[in-house]
């Protein structure tokens, strides 16, 4: 066979095969794959995904939503090569995947506040973080401890999920390792949150902003319909002048006082799909999407408008 029919042969060869590979082979642009992520961020995760999805026709990233400590729980057992989680790994974690000679990528994505959400019948607007400790911890327990005159009677705290993000916070960052009340409730979701305290006029509960914050969400707007947000003081007396609530401005400067980092963990050996969306979530567009859901990117610039509401 002479060289140009060999040559003419190869290069046939290897055009069937790149007309026959399969388009969903793992690159950073195609592929499938599961990612894990705590339910928390859900709003911001999923429309991260959406815009992801419609840049790359053969690219299929299923995530799962969970509590953080599962989803990292799967990060170890290697279920998934990426999850987003407010923590980074700890040491104790890092050492395992260098055991495995893996060496997990970290990225700050975003800061997110955890915002305090009550019933539209319940009257205080304002609490100061002292109360809001001492209501962790059951040494107040009655709302009328916390606003003079209120007839709410006994304050019950709501959680999304007994694992979840939120509750490690309130333990590791708010009250700083002291236990956490046994008269605490936990339901499953943030969903669950918001509906029991649009039901329940003696309710205080505790979810990730995200899920309040995007104006243009009309599932969010309907949310707001249901519940109001606190404003909390970093002081121990809570006043109109002191207090915040949970917009980008207040997190920005940090006026509020429950904020928290978000970041993205990659295990992914090579740089497949998981790195590719981690890439997105990074860029000015990824950031932009975050801007856009009511919490703070971590990288792009923000547009702060001075504008004060009324508490």
Known sequence: MSRVLIIFFVIGLFGCNRINQDPYTNTPTTGRIKVCIDETFRPVADAELQVFHALYKYAEITPIYLPESKAFDELIKDSVNLIIASRPLLSEE??????????????????????????PMNEDTLMSMSDFKSILTGNISQWNQVSTGSNLGEINVIFDNENSSIVRYMVDSVLQGDALAENLYALDLNTDVVNYVSQHKEALGLIGVSWISDRDDTLQLSFLNKIKVMALSKENVATVENSFQPYQAYIYDQSYPLTRSIYVINTEPRNGLATGFMALISSDKGQRIILKSGILPANAPVRLINVRPEI
């Open 94 to 119: 890092k050492k395992l995947f260098e055991q495995k000679k893996l060496f997990p990528r970290e990225l700050k994505i975003a800061i997110d506040a955890i915002a305090l959400i009550v019933n």
